[in-house]
């Protein structure tokens, strides 16, 4: 598939309908690509697919639609969601972008460059087709990991006992260096200016004197991106202290499903999702959230 | 040199723990920092690297400086105190404590920090041999000895002993807390461990990097190289690289509002943040270009220029395996020449 | 007594405020028992703070044969600064300092004829050194000074540059506004043009302090009219928050501006690398 990739990419770029190709560029590690714009046809040798391709080039899509001419973008099945939903904000360009499509068999977790065996996403992955592309380069021999149940880490959170959940989160959010990799990778936070970026509020984007704020930043960001979170797994993927992000994004996914029925952010370019579309004045809200409190 | 018996070692991290407080690598959710040491917790000696460098013991990401109240047209300013309890960070690794000379040139410089020169006077850092170092490290090409770090105790966990040899009068008295537990050893008794670890070292990528193309660099024609163009076009503009790096020493000093007050405080900041150098009339550094580009020529050309040639990196490696779109130091230097 | 090192400050108070422009005013700052903070040169800076507000450094504007306090003259631009404009008369407000190199008052600009020039706020720290030459005067040769502003309204020290500057031996002050305005009588036109218009000799050490497009052409002027970079001093702002050399903040190359600078040779600004 690489050897396609990058046949596809020459092509673009010779005939001119490409100004540059957004993919992965080796580096000195198999498994530590760099997400990467390539201009030049000689250079594409050093363009690379594997399943340690695993960041998202959606985001990059937003830097790239505001230069000159068309950008050839590489997406796997997961990260097609986040271009969709990223087009539906008005954050990219679609007329500038050509996306390829490219199969995707699970991304690898690497630990001081060792494979040390599946992503979580890749693990709970449900997003087995490209929703958005112009071409598909696919290879079926491709296997996916078995899959497991997305919402099983979410579910036996619920079932914990509100002092224990309380803690299993401090637990967790105790050890955020507020590095802010997740915010700064994740393709739905595409704010210009990041509210934990003002020195307006107390919550500017620092480690704080107590836990608190580590906390205040991570369900904030979570109810910004609420209802526009593909769960595409990035901000799991780069906590360099592996907090499991993904669980509070699933949660309110989950919450999303039961209480406005399922919806899946990026599916398309035009529905509204089900916070945006919410009308307080003829929509009944669902009675859990009543019973809920 | 002494050795105590690798099935004591609990009771020689009680014995410390006794009289100091101990900082040591704890494993938790699969990741290891370094943690307070308390009866009951298992140390992780077996991970290469912790996340966060032990650099927080003297410099911790967050610090409250004062408490400052505002009443009616009177201010209040509380002190907040220096640390006055001793401590041992058992278990640096070599690169992280070259780390804490490089930040000691810039603390303990005139005017010293009083801050961190109370911590540094309190505390007293157990350097542990690299047994297993790793793809990523290069810390030979900037005089480390993985197999021999120095610091006030050195220390090598090999076959089933710890062997410790004291370096400094501080390193003397904490093995002299250690009398019950020591027997005698020789240098040769882990001879043949630190011929194995040069070895390993041997064989990793980036072991034999020669920095020479930076020696005597010139500021302008660095800063004004082309590679800096699309050298960061991966650069998600986060702070890993500089939280998890042992020389980064860059810091921000905020308030938090406690409600009768104002504590103020200072915390790591890094010059990869777009409100770094933001001032109200503009921002010097306007795109993630030149945010970048700082980073890098501060360990590589600024400090050195400050420091008698001394780079302001480690080859600790963390910010190449940490790095969300795999960007690192050493790709730097290599697009700047080095090889 | 403040100790800088430890980033701890004073308390000092506001004994007097005054109203220089519609966005500028000068604050008197004593600290808690009378008397000044601390002994400063020409062009040092002192960080001033409100807790739970902000802190920020600040050029001290007072001269240091002024013993009696520090003056700070301050426009309103961000959150401390619009919190400051608020502030009265006997008002708590925290200090620390001096911090940065001064001007070379008492070597290499002793005995030269002196140029100042300066654009709007940028008088203030221009003003330290201007009082300290006036207090000193036999000590050193002719004075010119050339101050512009956006307007007339927006020229700050202006009664002092009216009643005292006017008025000191071998001294000529030159003002100039960017617009025609009615009432103004004076130059109409930026610094640097006007500057050229002057006819002033290139044998005087130069200090100018102003917005930093209003510097780098008046160097390029200075240039023209025959002066040279190591003849001229400047000083340079960037965000700061130790005023140590410590947070990493302030740095241009391998030069931090709170304690390399405020105050830098132009020769030695071009050997760094363009970004302030």
């Known amino acids: 598939m690489q050897e396609q990739l990058r046949i596809l990419a020459g092509k673009m770029l010779a005939d001119g309908r490409a100004a540059r190709v957004l993919g992965w560029k080796r580096t000195d590690f198999e498994t530590a690509p760099e997400p990467s714009f390539f201009t030049a046809q000689d250079d594409l040798s050093e363009l690379v697919y594997n399943k340690y391709c695993a960041a998202n080039l959606s985001g990059f899509m937003i830097g790239a639609g505001k230069r000159d001419g068309v950008t050839v973008v590489f997406l796997k099945p997961c990260d097609t969601y986040s271009f969709n939903q990223l087009v539906k904000e008005h954050q990219i360009d679609r007329a500038k972008a050509y996306v390829v499509g490219v199969s995707c068999g699970g991304n690898a977790k690497v630990e001081e460059m060792e494979d040390v065996g599946w992503l979580e996403r890749c693990l709970v992955c449900t997003k087995h087709d490209h929703v958005v592309y112009d071409e598909l380069v696919l290879d079926e021999s491709l296997s996916r990991p078995e899959a497991q149940d997305r919402f099983g880490g979410v579910t036996r959170l619920e079932g914990l006992q509100s002092l224990e959940r309380y803690e299993f989160w401090q637990g967790e959010l105790s050890t955020c260096i507020r590095c802010n990799a997740c915010r700064n990778v994740c393709p739905a936070c595409n704010c210009k200016k990041c509210v934990f970026d003002s020195a307006k509020y107390d919550t500017a984007a620092k480690a704080n004197v107590t836990t608190f704020e580590e906390q205040l930043f991570h369900i904030i960001r979570a109810y910004h991106v609420a209802g526009r979170c593909t769960d595409c797994g990035e901000c799991a993927r780069v906590c360099p202290q592996d907090i499991k992000l993904q669980l509070l994004n699933r949660k309110i996914i989950k919450d999303i499903n039961e209480l406005y029925g399922e919806f899946q952010a990026g599916q398309d370019t035009e529905t509204l999702g089900p916070l945006t579309a919410f009308n307080a004045d003829t929509d009944a809200e669902p009675s859990i959230v009543h019973t809920r409190g | ?339 | 007594m403040c100790m800088p090192d430890t980033l701890i400050p004073e308390v000092g108070v506001i004994t007097s405020i005054r109203d220089e422009t519609p966005d500028v005013k000068t604050f008197c700052v004593t600290s808690a028992t009378g008397g000044k903070p601390f002994g400063h040169k020409p062009g040092q800076c002192a960080m001033l703070s409100v807790p739970g507000v902000g802190e920020a450094m600040f050029s001290i504007t007072s001269s240091p044969t002024n013993t009696l306090y520090m003056e700070f003259s301050v426009k309103r631009c961000g959150t401390l600064t619009d919190y400051m404009h608020t502030m009265q008369e006997g008002d708590g407000i925290t200090i620390r300092g001096p911090y940065g190199k001064p001007f070379p008052v008492d070597d290499v600009l002793r005995g030269q004829d002196l140029l100042f020039i300066a654009g709007g706020i940028g008088l203030a720290p221009v003003r330290s050194v201007i009082n300290y030459v006036f207090d000193k005067r036999e000590d050193y040769g002719s004075v010119d000074i050339v101050y512009g502003s956006r307007s007339a309204g927006d020229l700050v020290f202006r009664p002092e540059i009216e009643d005292t500057w006017r008025s000191r031996p071998r001294t000529n002050v030159y003002l100039t506004i960017d617009r025609p305005e009615e009432g103004w009588s004076g130059n109409v036109g930026f610094v640097p043009a006007y500057l050229g218009s002057l006819g002033l000799g290139c044998d005087k050490t130069v200090i100018v302090c102003g917005p930093p497009v209003m510097i780098k052409f008046v160097l390029e002027e200075l240039v023209k009219l025959g002066f040279k970079k190591q003849q001229i001093y400047t000083t340079l702002e960037l965000r700061m928050k130790c005023g140590i050399g410590k947070c990493g903040r302030c740095n241009i190359g391998s030069k931090l501006v709170c304690k390399d600078g405020p105050v830098f040779r132009c020769d030695e600004v071009d050997e760094l690398p363009d970004e302030y």
Not at chain 2, 69 to 78: A, F, S
Not at chain 2, 185 to 205: G, K, M, W
Not at chain 2, 247 to 264: E, P
């Open chain 2, 1 to 339: 040199m002494y050795k105590v018996s690798a099935t004591q070692l609990t009771d020689v991290l009680n014995t410390l723990a006794g009289t100091m407080d101990v900082f040591l690598p704890i494993r938790k959710d699969g990741q290891t920092n370094f943690g307070l040491y308390a009866e009951g917790v298992q140390a992780d000696f077996d991970t290469l690297k912790t996340v966060k460098p032990p650099k927080e013991f003297f410099l911790p990401q967050s610090e409250s400086l004062y408490k400052g109240v505002v009443d009616g047209k009177d201010i209040h300013i509380e002190p907040a105190a220096f640390a006055d309890r001793p401590f041992v960070v058992f278990g640096m690794r070599g690169c992280d404590v070259l780390g804490m000379e490089i930040l000691d040139k810039v603390y303990l410089g005139e005017p010293v920090d009083r801050f961190y020169e109370a911590r540094r006077g309190h505390g007293c850092v157990v350097a542990l041999a690299c047994g297993r170092p790793a793809s990523t490290c290069f810390c030979k090409p900037f005089g480390v000895d993985a197999s021999d770090p120095q610091a006030d105790v050195t220390a090598w966990l090999c076959g089933q002993y710890l062997y410790l040899e004291p370096v400094t009068e501080r390193g003397r008295q904490l093995t002299h807390k250690l009398e019950p537990f020591l027997q005698d050893a020789d240098a040769e008794d882990v001879a043949e461990y630190r011929q194995e670890i040069r070895e390993r070292l041997e064989a990793l990528p980036y072991n034999n990097l020669s920095l020479d193309a930076l020696k005597d660099a010139d500021m302008l024609e660095v800063f004004n190289s082309p590679v800096w163009d699309s050298v960061c076009d991966a650069c998600i503009a986060c702070g890993t690289c500089s939280y998890v790096c042992p020389t980064c020493q860059c810091y921000d000093i905020k308030d938090y509002n406690t409600g009768d007050g104002a504590i103020r405080y200072r915390t790591w900041d890094s010059c990869m943040y777009s409100d770094f150098t933001l001032m109200a009339h503009g921002n010097p550094r306007k795109t993630q270009k030149e945010r970048f580009r700082q980073r890098f020529m501060h360990k590589l050309v600024y400090h050195p220029s400050t420091a008698g040639g001394q780079l302001s990196c480690v080859g600790c490696g963390r910010c190449v395996n940490k790095c969300p779109s795999s960007l690192n130091i050493v790709k730097i230097m290599k697009s700047l020449g080095v090889s």
